[in-house]
Nanobody, 116 residues
Framework: VQLQASGGGLVQAGGSLRLSCAASGSTFSINAMDWYRQAPGKQRELIATISRSGSTSYADSVKDRFTISRDNAKNTVYLQMNSLKPEDTAVYYC???????????WGQGTQVTVSS
């Protein structure tokens, strides 16, 4: 499985961005897709998940502001980010969860910077 993330950039506080993560390869093996982020000096954190069936879950820090969705025809997962805050500044990574080794595949990361 290969993942290509895109859509990051610089935005003012209160603005919006949409991240995309396009999957290719053995996409049939993907059970769920996640978005993580890692801010400078902090650990990578899981912020949103969408399962094969379409159920979603969010970290408290982004709930009600971010929305994860998927387009199965395009093998693409999106993260719509609204009401962005400076503390959302981080490198955002998409992750594919599969049922066999190596169990996780990572995209290359895309930088999101929110200015105050």
């Amino acid at each position: 499985v290969q993942l290509q993330a895109s859509g990051g950039g610089l935005v003012q506080a209160g603005g919006s961005l949409r991240l995309s993560c396009a999957a290719s390869g053995s996409t049939f093996s993907i059970n769920a897709m996640d978005w993580y982020r890692q801010a400078p000096g902090k650990q990578r954190e899981l912020i949103a998940t969408i399962s094969r069936s379409g159920s979603t879950s969010y970290a408290d820090s982004v709930k009600d502001r971010f929305t994860i969705s998927r387009d199965n025809a395009k093998n693409t997962v999106y993260l719509q980010m609204n009401s962005l805050k400076p503390e959302d500044t981080a490198v955002y990574y998409c992750n594919a969860v599969v049922s066999r080794f190596p169990y996780h595949y990572w995209g290359q990361g895309t930088q999101v910077t929110v200015s105050s």
